[in-house]
Protein backbone atom coordinates (compact mmCIF):
# COMPACT_ATOMS: atom_id res chain seq x y z
CA UNK A 1 0.00 0.00 0.00
CA UNK A 2 1.40 3.36 -0.64
CA UNK A 3 0.76 6.50 1.33
CA UNK A 4 0.35 9.32 -1.71
CA UNK A 5 -0.65 12.48 0.35
CA UNK A 6 -0.86 12.83 4.42
CA UNK A 7 -3.43 16.45 5.08
CA UNK A 8 -2.48 18.10 7.79
CA UNK A 9 -4.67 21.28 7.93
CA UNK A 10 -5.07 21.43 11.80
CA UNK A 11 -2.30 23.59 12.37
CA UNK A 12 -1.37 24.83 8.71
CA UNK A 13 2.07 23.66 8.42
CA UNK A 14 3.22 20.55 6.44
CA UNK A 15 5.47 17.91 8.50
CA UNK A 16 9.14 19.45 7.43
CA UNK A 17 8.11 23.11 8.54
CA UNK A 18 10.63 24.78 10.90
CA UNK A 19 9.02 24.65 14.31
CA UNK A 20 7.97 28.14 16.08
CA UNK A 21 6.40 28.14 18.90
CA UNK A 22 4.64 24.99 18.56
CA UNK A 23 2.55 23.04 21.25
CA UNK A 24 3.33 19.39 21.77
CA UNK A 25 1.39 17.74 19.79
CA UNK A 26 2.43 19.75 16.77
CA UNK A 27 6.13 19.15 17.38
CA UNK A 28 5.04 15.26 18.00
CA UNK A 29 3.55 15.05 14.75
CA UNK A 30 6.48 16.43 13.28
CA UNK A 31 8.92 14.08 14.82
CA UNK A 32 6.90 11.31 13.30
CA UNK A 33 7.95 12.51 9.90
CA UNK A 34 11.35 14.05 9.97
CA UNK A 35 14.51 12.16 10.00
CA UNK A 36 15.61 10.09 12.99
CA UNK A 37 15.99 12.45 16.15
CA UNK A 38 16.07 16.06 13.91
CA UNK A 39 15.11 18.71 16.34
CA UNK A 40 16.15 22.39 14.75
CA UNK A 41 16.53 25.07 17.25
CA UNK A 42 17.03 28.61 16.42
CA UNK A 43 19.50 30.42 18.23
CA UNK A 44 18.19 33.13 19.62
CA UNK A 45 21.63 34.73 21.52
CA UNK A 46 24.93 33.92 21.22
CA UNK A 47 24.55 31.21 24.23
CA UNK A 48 22.30 28.80 23.36
CA UNK A 49 23.40 25.95 20.84
CA UNK A 50 20.64 24.51 18.76
CA UNK A 51 20.29 21.19 18.69
CA UNK A 52 21.64 19.80 15.09
CA UNK A 53 20.68 16.97 12.92
CA UNK A 54 20.83 13.82 14.30
CA UNK A 55 24.28 11.96 13.68
CA UNK A 56 24.61 8.73 15.54
CA UNK A 57 20.85 8.04 16.36
CA UNK A 58 21.31 7.63 11.96
CA UNK A 59 24.27 5.93 12.36
CA UNK A 60 23.05 2.97 14.74
CA UNK A 61 20.57 1.73 12.58
CA UNK A 62 23.24 0.80 10.21
CA UNK A 63 25.96 -0.96 12.63
CA UNK A 64 24.71 -3.50 15.56
CA UNK A 65 26.68 -4.94 18.22
CA UNK A 66 26.15 -8.66 19.04
CA UNK A 67 24.62 -9.35 22.09
CA UNK A 68 26.27 -10.35 25.57
CA UNK A 69 27.79 -13.64 25.27
CA UNK A 70 26.86 -16.51 26.94
CA UNK A 71 23.23 -14.84 27.95
CA UNK A 72 21.79 -13.71 24.96
CA UNK A 73 18.72 -15.03 23.80
CA UNK A 74 18.58 -16.24 20.19
CA UNK A 75 18.57 -13.70 17.26
CA UNK A 76 15.14 -13.69 16.00
CA UNK A 77 14.80 -15.37 12.33
CA UNK A 78 15.90 -14.34 9.59
CA UNK A 79 18.88 -12.15 11.52
CA UNK A 80 21.26 -14.59 13.31
CA UNK A 81 23.26 -14.05 9.71
CA UNK A 82 23.53 -10.72 9.94
CA UNK A 83 20.94 -8.50 9.31
CA UNK A 84 20.69 -5.44 10.59
CA UNK A 85 17.49 -3.86 12.54
CA UNK A 86 16.56 0.13 13.52
CA UNK A 87 16.98 1.05 16.99
CA UNK A 88 13.84 1.83 17.70
CA UNK A 89 13.52 -2.33 16.68
CA UNK A 90 16.46 -3.08 18.93
CA UNK A 91 14.86 -1.18 21.80
CA UNK A 92 11.52 -3.37 21.56
CA UNK A 93 13.33 -6.33 20.74
CA UNK A 94 16.41 -7.19 21.85
CA UNK A 95 16.71 -9.26 25.09
CA UNK A 96 13.27 -10.99 23.81
CA UNK A 97 13.66 -12.41 20.86
CA UNK A 98 13.46 -16.13 22.55
CA UNK A 99 10.32 -15.05 24.10
CA UNK A 100 7.99 -16.62 21.80
CA UNK A 101 9.64 -19.88 20.99
CA UNK A 102 8.64 -20.64 24.82
CA UNK A 103 5.47 -19.32 24.37
CA UNK A 104 5.83 -16.08 26.18
CA UNK A 105 4.75 -12.46 25.39
CA UNK A 106 6.19 -10.48 28.43
CA UNK A 107 9.57 -10.91 29.83
CA UNK A 108 9.53 -13.44 33.03
CA UNK A 109 11.20 -12.47 35.95
CA UNK A 110 13.56 -14.65 37.81
CA UNK A 111 13.53 -14.24 41.33
CA UNK A 112 15.40 -16.97 42.36
CA UNK A 113 19.00 -16.38 44.54
CA UNK A 114 20.40 -19.33 44.47
CA UNK A 115 19.50 -22.71 41.84
CA UNK A 116 19.95 -26.27 42.09
CA UNK A 117 22.60 -28.48 41.03
CA UNK A 118 23.10 -32.32 41.26
CA UNK A 119 26.72 -32.66 39.59
CA UNK A 120 28.84 -30.35 41.88
CA UNK A 121 32.18 -31.43 39.77
CA UNK A 122 30.17 -29.75 36.98
CA UNK A 123 29.40 -27.02 39.21
CA UNK A 124 33.06 -26.52 40.48
CA UNK A 125 34.41 -26.52 37.14
CA UNK A 126 31.63 -23.34 35.64
CA UNK A 127 32.92 -21.67 38.55
CA UNK A 128 36.71 -22.32 37.89
CA UNK A 129 35.58 -20.83 34.44
CA UNK A 130 34.43 -18.21 35.63
CA UNK A 131 37.06 -17.77 38.08
CA UNK A 132 39.57 -17.29 34.88
CA UNK A 133 38.03 -15.22 32.63
CA UNK A 134 34.94 -13.63 34.25
CA UNK A 135 32.80 -15.53 31.20
CA UNK A 136 29.31 -15.80 32.28
CA UNK A 137 28.92 -20.04 33.04
CA UNK A 138 27.53 -22.36 30.45
CA UNK A 139 24.03 -24.06 31.37
CA UNK A 140 22.33 -23.15 34.07
CA UNK A 141 22.33 -20.42 36.23
CA UNK A 142 24.65 -21.34 39.23
CA UNK A 143 24.15 -17.82 42.19
CA UNK A 144 22.06 -14.73 41.81
CA UNK A 145 25.81 -12.70 42.74
CA UNK A 146 27.49 -14.45 39.13
CA UNK A 147 23.96 -13.36 37.12
CA UNK A 148 20.34 -13.47 37.22
CA UNK A 149 18.60 -14.31 33.49
CA UNK A 150 16.22 -11.46 34.11
CA UNK A 151 19.17 -8.54 34.27
CA UNK A 152 20.98 -10.48 31.10
CA UNK A 153 17.98 -9.89 28.99
CA UNK A 154 18.71 -6.14 30.05
CA UNK A 155 22.70 -6.55 29.48
CA UNK A 156 21.74 -7.91 25.97
CA UNK A 157 19.18 -5.67 25.07
CA UNK A 158 21.77 -2.35 25.82
CA UNK A 159 24.59 -4.07 24.44
CA UNK A 160 22.69 -4.03 21.24
CA UNK A 161 21.89 -0.34 21.48
CA UNK A 162 24.92 0.70 22.44
CA UNK A 163 26.98 -1.18 19.78
CA UNK A 164 28.91 -3.55 21.91
CA UNK A 165 30.09 -7.08 22.31
CA UNK A 166 28.44 -7.05 25.76
CA UNK A 167 27.13 -5.22 28.46
CA UNK A 168 27.27 -5.27 32.57
CA UNK A 169 24.42 -4.43 35.23
CA UNK A 170 25.03 -2.69 38.84
CA UNK A 171 23.23 -1.65 41.62
CA UNK A 172 23.63 1.94 40.66
CA UNK A 173 25.74 3.81 38.59
CA UNK A 174 28.23 4.87 40.93
CA UNK A 175 28.65 0.92 41.82
CA UNK A 176 29.04 1.01 37.78
CA UNK A 177 31.82 2.86 37.81
CA UNK A 178 33.28 1.89 40.99
CA UNK A 179 33.69 -1.56 39.54
CA UNK A 180 35.93 -0.26 36.09
CA UNK A 181 37.86 2.37 38.99
CA UNK A 182 38.67 -1.58 40.34
CA UNK A 183 39.26 -3.62 37.64
CA UNK A 184 41.78 -0.95 36.38
CA UNK A 185 43.38 -0.70 40.17
CA UNK A 186 43.89 -4.41 40.43
CA UNK A 187 45.95 -4.26 37.21
CA UNK A 188 48.26 -1.47 38.93
CA UNK A 189 46.79 1.14 36.76
CA UNK A 190 45.62 3.59 39.41
CA UNK A 191 46.25 6.64 37.42
CA UNK A 192 42.63 8.44 35.87
CA UNK A 193 42.29 11.34 33.37
CA UNK A 194 39.34 12.69 33.93
CA UNK A 195 37.66 16.12 32.61
CA UNK A 196 35.37 18.26 34.20
CA UNK A 197 32.26 18.91 34.97
CA UNK A 198 31.47 15.40 35.28
CA UNK A 199 28.62 14.36 37.70
CA UNK A 200 29.34 15.47 41.32
CA UNK A 201 29.54 11.80 42.74
CA UNK A 202 32.14 10.51 40.58
CA UNK A 203 33.96 13.75 40.68
CA UNK A 204 34.14 13.23 44.31
CA UNK A 205 34.73 9.78 44.17
CA UNK A 206 38.51 10.37 42.03
CA UNK A 207 38.92 13.24 44.04
CA UNK A 208 38.71 11.74 47.37
CA UNK A 209 41.02 9.00 46.28
CA UNK A 210 38.03 6.67 48.25
CA UNK A 211 39.32 3.39 45.85
CA UNK A 212 42.91 4.51 45.78
CA UNK A 213 43.15 6.33 42.27
CA UNK A 214 44.80 9.29 41.95
CA UNK A 215 43.47 11.61 39.46
CA UNK A 216 44.30 14.62 36.80
CA UNK A 217 41.97 17.05 36.03
CA UNK A 218 42.86 18.55 31.90
CA UNK A 219 41.04 20.28 29.71
CA UNK A 220 40.40 18.09 26.35
CA UNK A 221 43.72 18.92 24.37
CA UNK A 222 45.62 18.34 27.53
CA UNK A 223 44.38 14.14 27.74
CA UNK A 224 47.48 13.03 25.77
CA UNK A 225 50.40 15.31 27.98
CA UNK A 226 48.43 14.02 30.95
CA UNK A 227 48.90 10.49 30.49
CA UNK A 228 51.67 8.13 32.39
CA UNK A 229 52.64 4.91 32.48
CA UNK A 230 50.26 3.71 35.21
CA UNK A 231 47.08 5.70 33.83
CA UNK A 232 44.51 3.17 33.53
CA UNK A 233 41.68 5.66 32.25
CA UNK A 234 40.41 8.49 30.61
CA UNK A 235 36.86 9.13 31.55
CA UNK A 236 34.72 11.98 30.39
CA UNK A 237 30.68 12.69 29.88
CA UNK A 238 29.35 14.28 27.12
CA UNK A 239 26.93 16.25 27.64
CA UNK A 240 28.26 16.78 30.88
CA UNK A 241 26.40 17.19 33.95
CA UNK A 242 25.50 19.67 34.63
CA UNK A 243 26.33 22.16 32.17
CA UNK A 244 25.76 20.08 29.25
CA UNK A 245 29.28 20.86 27.38
CA UNK A 246 30.19 18.60 24.61
CA UNK A 247 33.68 17.05 23.41
CA UNK A 248 34.57 15.68 20.10
CA UNK A 249 34.55 12.09 21.09
CA UNK A 250 36.78 10.78 18.27
CA UNK A 251 39.49 13.45 18.83
CA UNK A 252 39.05 12.36 22.81
CA UNK A 253 39.64 8.47 21.89
CA UNK A 254 42.54 9.37 19.42
CA UNK A 255 44.21 11.42 22.42
CA UNK A 256 43.61 8.71 24.48
CA UNK A 257 46.16 5.99 22.49
CA UNK A 258 45.72 2.48 24.35
CA UNK A 259 44.63 3.78 27.45
CA UNK A 260 40.90 2.93 27.57
CA UNK A 261 38.45 5.85 26.90
CA UNK A 262 35.56 5.54 29.37
CA UNK A 263 32.13 7.74 28.32
CA UNK A 264 29.46 8.43 30.43
CA UNK A 265 26.81 8.60 27.81
CA UNK A 266 23.74 8.56 30.66
CA UNK A 267 22.44 11.92 28.95
CA UNK A 268 22.56 11.06 25.91
CA UNK A 269 21.42 7.62 25.59
CA UNK A 270 22.15 5.69 22.46
CA UNK A 271 19.47 7.37 20.95
CA UNK A 272 21.25 10.37 20.29
CA UNK A 273 25.55 8.86 20.27
CA UNK A 274 26.70 6.14 20.21
CA UNK A 275 30.11 6.51 21.49
CA UNK A 276 31.83 3.09 21.31
CA UNK A 277 31.42 3.87 17.50
CA UNK A 278 33.54 7.24 18.35
CA UNK A 279 36.45 5.08 19.84
CA UNK A 280 35.73 4.89 23.78
CA UNK A 281 36.21 1.45 24.94
CA UNK A 282 33.61 1.76 27.94
CA UNK A 283 30.39 3.05 27.61
CA UNK A 284 28.44 3.96 31.21
CA UNK A 285 25.12 4.79 32.52
CA UNK A 286 23.51 5.62 35.44
CA UNK A 287 20.43 3.63 34.13
CA UNK A 288 18.28 4.90 36.97
CA UNK A 289 17.74 7.58 34.15
CA UNK A 290 16.48 7.96 30.97
CA UNK A 291 16.99 3.79 30.29
CA UNK A 292 14.32 3.05 33.45
CA UNK A 293 12.82 6.71 32.28
CA UNK A 294 10.06 6.02 35.34
CA UNK A 295 11.82 7.39 38.51
CA UNK A 296 11.36 3.99 39.80
CA UNK A 297 14.46 2.18 39.50
CA UNK A 298 18.23 2.35 40.37
CA UNK A 299 21.00 1.11 38.70
CA UNK A 300 23.84 1.68 36.38
CA UNK A 301 25.36 -0.50 33.52
CA UNK A 302 28.58 -0.30 31.61
CA UNK A 303 28.91 -1.37 27.84
CA UNK A 304 32.16 -2.92 27.02
CA UNK A 305 33.86 -5.50 24.99
CA UNK A 306 33.84 -9.16 26.36
CA UNK A 307 36.76 -9.19 27.71
CA UNK A 308 36.54 -5.93 29.91
CA UNK A 309 33.21 -7.23 30.82
CA UNK A 310 34.73 -10.69 32.16
CA UNK A 311 36.96 -8.43 34.57
CA UNK A 312 33.55 -6.42 35.42
CA UNK A 313 31.86 -10.10 36.58
CA UNK A 314 34.68 -10.56 38.44
CA UNK A 315 34.21 -7.35 40.55
CA UNK A 316 30.99 -7.58 40.66
CA UNK A 317 31.14 -11.23 42.10
CA UNK A 318 33.52 -9.87 44.48
CA UNK A 319 32.04 -6.95 45.48
CA UNK A 320 28.52 -7.60 45.28
CA UNK A 321 27.05 -4.59 43.62
CA UNK A 322 24.55 -6.81 41.74
CA UNK A 323 21.11 -5.65 39.98
CA UNK A 324 17.93 -6.86 41.57
CA UNK A 325 16.20 -8.89 38.93
CA UNK A 326 12.84 -6.47 39.03
CA UNK A 327 15.08 -3.52 38.19
CA UNK A 328 16.39 -5.77 35.61
CA UNK A 329 12.66 -6.33 34.09
CA UNK A 330 12.10 -2.57 34.79
CA UNK A 331 14.95 -1.71 33.07
CA UNK A 332 14.22 -4.09 29.93
CA UNK A 333 10.84 -2.76 29.93
CA UNK A 334 12.06 0.79 30.00
CA UNK A 335 14.74 0.38 26.81
CA UNK A 336 11.20 -0.27 24.88
CA UNK A 337 9.93 3.29 24.69
CA UNK A 338 13.33 5.03 25.28
CA UNK A 339 13.31 6.26 21.69
CA UNK A 340 9.83 7.24 21.23
CA UNK A 341 10.45 9.10 24.92
CA UNK A 342 14.01 11.14 24.42
CA UNK A 343 12.62 12.32 21.13
CA UNK A 344 9.14 13.93 22.43
CA UNK A 345 11.05 15.06 25.15
CA UNK A 346 13.76 16.32 23.08
CA UNK A 347 10.96 18.40 21.49
CA UNK A 348 10.01 20.07 24.33
CA UNK A 349 13.50 21.05 25.32
CA UNK A 350 14.07 22.20 21.93
CA UNK A 351 11.22 24.68 22.53
CA UNK A 352 11.96 25.54 25.91
CA UNK A 353 15.20 26.33 25.63
CA UNK A 354 14.50 28.77 22.67
CA UNK A 355 11.57 30.47 25.10
CA UNK A 356 14.33 31.07 28.03
CA UNK A 357 17.12 32.00 25.91
CA UNK A 358 14.49 35.02 24.47
CA UNK A 359 13.92 35.69 28.14
CA UNK A 360 15.63 38.51 29.81
CA UNK A 361 15.48 36.93 33.08
CA UNK A 362 17.54 34.37 32.02
CA UNK A 363 21.23 35.09 31.37
CA UNK A 364 22.48 32.19 29.60
CA UNK A 365 20.92 28.96 28.36
CA UNK A 366 23.15 25.83 27.53
CA UNK A 367 21.43 23.15 25.73
CA UNK A 368 23.86 20.55 23.55
CA UNK A 369 24.04 20.69 19.59
CA UNK A 370 23.30 17.20 19.73
CA UNK A 371 19.61 17.79 21.16
CA UNK A 372 18.37 15.99 24.29
CA UNK A 373 16.46 16.50 26.81
CA UNK A 374 18.86 18.43 29.37
CA UNK A 375 18.69 22.01 29.30
CA UNK A 376 20.94 24.01 31.78
CA UNK A 377 20.32 27.77 32.58
CA UNK A 378 21.77 31.11 34.67
CA UNK A 379 19.39 32.86 35.76
CA UNK A 380 19.70 37.24 36.75
CA UNK A 381 17.73 36.64 39.89
CA UNK A 382 17.66 33.93 42.73
CA UNK A 383 18.15 30.32 41.97
CA UNK A 384 16.54 29.19 45.39
CA UNK A 385 13.19 31.19 45.14
CA UNK A 386 12.60 29.42 41.12
CA UNK A 387 13.12 26.11 42.52
CA UNK A 388 10.72 26.62 45.51
CA UNK A 389 7.95 28.64 43.21
CA UNK A 390 7.51 25.78 40.92
CA UNK A 391 4.18 23.95 40.70
CA UNK A 392 3.73 21.27 38.27
CA UNK A 393 7.75 20.79 37.90
CA UNK A 394 9.43 18.51 40.38
CA UNK A 395 12.03 19.98 42.36
CA UNK A 396 14.00 17.36 43.02
CA UNK A 397 17.50 15.14 41.99
CA UNK A 398 18.15 13.12 39.40
CA UNK A 399 16.47 13.56 35.73
CA UNK A 400 15.49 11.72 32.79
CA UNK A 401 11.90 10.89 33.91
CA UNK A 402 9.01 11.34 32.62
CA UNK A 403 7.80 14.07 34.16
CA UNK A 404 9.92 16.94 34.37
CA UNK A 405 12.87 17.96 37.53
CA UNK A 406 14.45 20.95 38.82
CA UNK A 407 17.10 21.11 40.53
CA UNK A 408 20.18 23.94 41.52
CA UNK A 409 23.57 21.72 41.25
CA UNK A 410 25.75 24.01 43.28
CA UNK A 411 23.05 23.11 46.19
CA UNK A 412 22.19 19.64 45.75
CA UNK A 413 23.92 17.29 42.77
CA UNK A 414 27.64 19.06 42.76
CA UNK A 415 27.75 19.90 46.16
CA UNK A 416 30.09 17.98 46.94
CA UNK A 417 32.62 19.24 44.66
CA UNK A 418 35.13 22.18 45.65
CA UNK A 419 33.59 25.22 44.85
CA UNK A 420 36.28 26.50 43.25
CA UNK A 421 36.40 23.44 41.24
CA UNK A 422 32.68 23.86 40.71
CA UNK A 423 33.07 27.20 39.88
CA UNK A 424 35.87 26.68 37.43
CA UNK A 425 34.06 24.15 35.62
CA UNK A 426 31.23 26.35 34.82
CA UNK A 427 28.99 25.26 37.74
CA UNK A 428 27.87 28.84 38.39
CA UNK A 429 25.82 29.03 41.97
CA UNK A 430 22.88 30.87 39.29
CA UNK A 431 22.73 27.89 37.62
CA UNK A 432 19.56 25.51 37.57
CA UNK A 433 19.26 22.48 35.36
CA UNK A 434 15.98 21.10 34.11
CA UNK A 435 15.14 17.35 32.80
CA UNK A 436 12.42 18.19 30.87
CA UNK A 437 9.58 15.45 30.27
CA UNK A 438 6.76 14.42 28.66
CA UNK A 439 3.98 17.24 29.47
CA UNK A 440 2.24 19.49 27.38
CA UNK A 441 5.00 21.83 26.34
CA UNK A 442 2.68 24.90 27.39
CA UNK A 443 2.06 24.13 30.54
CA UNK A 444 5.80 23.32 31.00
CA UNK A 445 5.98 27.15 30.28
CA UNK A 446 3.87 28.22 32.00
CA UNK A 447 4.84 27.07 34.93
CA UNK A 448 8.84 27.91 34.36
CA UNK A 449 7.31 31.89 33.71
CA UNK A 450 5.53 31.89 37.31
CA UNK A 451 8.25 30.72 38.91
CA UNK A 452 10.80 32.62 37.17
CA UNK A 453 8.88 36.05 38.91
CA UNK A 454 9.12 39.44 37.28
Not at 195 to 221: I, K, N
Not at 348 to 374: I, K, S
Request: proline share 5%; with cysteine.
Amino acid sequence: MKIHRVQYDGFGHGPNVTRTSASTIRSVFRLLFMDFGSVDVRDTCDDVEGAGRATAGDAAAGKRGSGVRGSAPEAAPGLASGGLRALATEAVHAGRDDLARQGLHAVPIDLSTTYPSYDSRGEAARIDAFATDGAEPEGPPVYGRLGNPTVARFETALARLEGTESAVAFASGMAALSAVLLVRNAMGLRHVVAVRPLYGCSDHLLTAGLLGSEVTWVDPAGIADALRPDTGLVLVESPANPTLAELDLRAVAHACGSVPLLADNTFATPVLQRPAEQGARLVLHSATKYLGGHGDVMAGVVACDEEFAGRLRQVRFATGGVLHPFAGYLLLRGLSTLPVRVRAASANAAELARRLAADPRVARVHYPRLGGAMIAFEIHGDPHEVTAAVRLITPAVSLGSVDTLIQHPASISHRIVDAEDRRHSGVSDRLLRLSVGLEDVEDLWRDLDGALGE
